[in-house]
């Protein structure tokens, strides 16, 4: 079955970086694009951007341009989003997830990973 | 960017009853490129309806969506207590995505 695992919780400061990681299994890596979304605690849900796990293309939240960055491995079906500049409001569940058929059909995220909370203070 | 709007916030519900969940976006949304979540406590959302009224493999034919250009209504035919929870409806509009703030179904 697919399934989507993602790294252990991090603590961050302001100002640091931090990488995400989202291993798959059960499917093709790269016939299904990424997406990543995060929820700051007790709030909805954000987009922050896909990738293209065949070509490597990216395309991120106008909010976080310039400081995500999206990568994948191929070798090991893991797809990656580094969050650079942390602030304390970047505190959130990052949840990477799986797309449906993007782009022949509207995004639409059929699995998704368990969440990786990340907390950023001083 | 398209901003969408779910109402209500919240709405006390008891199991058996049908609910009607409202999305409202502030520009017509293309090809109805609008989907509904469901997230339960604890959990990561689920997928429900894409395309604004497919059903997502193996959700429950009394989840059900509708609508076109800037409204849209997810209903729930008959509420079982697995549904209570927070739903997000969610569109693209070619080149980003943005979600709803959610309209939380709790029992009342």
């Known amino acids: 079955q697919v399934q989507l695992v993602q790294s252990g919780a991090e603590v961050k400061k302001p100002g640091a970086s931090v990488k995400v990681s989202c291993k798959t299994s059960g499917y093709t890596f790269i016939a299904h694009y990424i997406h990543w979304v995060r929820q700051a605690p007790g709030q909805g849900l954000e987009w922050m951007g896909w990738?293209?796990?065949?070509?490597?293309?990216?395309n991120s939240a106008q909010k976080f341009q310039g400081r995500v960055t999206m990568t994948r491995d191929t070798s090991i079906r893991t797809a990656y989003m580094d969050l650079s500049r942390l602030r304390p409001d970047d505190t959130a569940m990052y949840f990477c997830?799986?797309?449906?058929?993007?782009?022949?059909?509207?995004?639409?995220?059929?699995?998704w990973g368990q969440g990786t909370l990340v907390t950023v203070a001083s | 960017e398209i901003v969408l709007t779910q109402s209500p916030g919240t709405l006390s519900l008891s199991p058996g009853e049908r609910v009607t969940l409202s999305c409202r976006a502030s520009?017509?949304?293309?090809?109805?490129?609008l989907a509904w979540y469901q997230q339960r406590p604890g959990q990561a959302p689920r997928l429900l309806i894409y395309g604004a009224s497919s059903r997502a493999a193996g959700i429950p034919d009394r989840f059900s969506g509708s609508g076109s250009g800037t409204d849209f209504t997810l209903t729930i035919s008959r509420l079982e207590p697995e549904d209570f929870a927070v739903y997000y409806c969610k569109q693209y509009d070619g080149s980003s995505l943005t979600f709803g703030g959610g309209t939380k179904v709790e029992i009342k």
């Open positions: 990738i293209n796990p065949n070509s490597g293309g990216t």
């Open positions: 997830a799986r797309d449906l058929n993007f782009p022949i059909s509207p995004p639409s995220f059929d699995s």
């Open positions: 520009q017509s949304i293309r090809n109805n490129y």
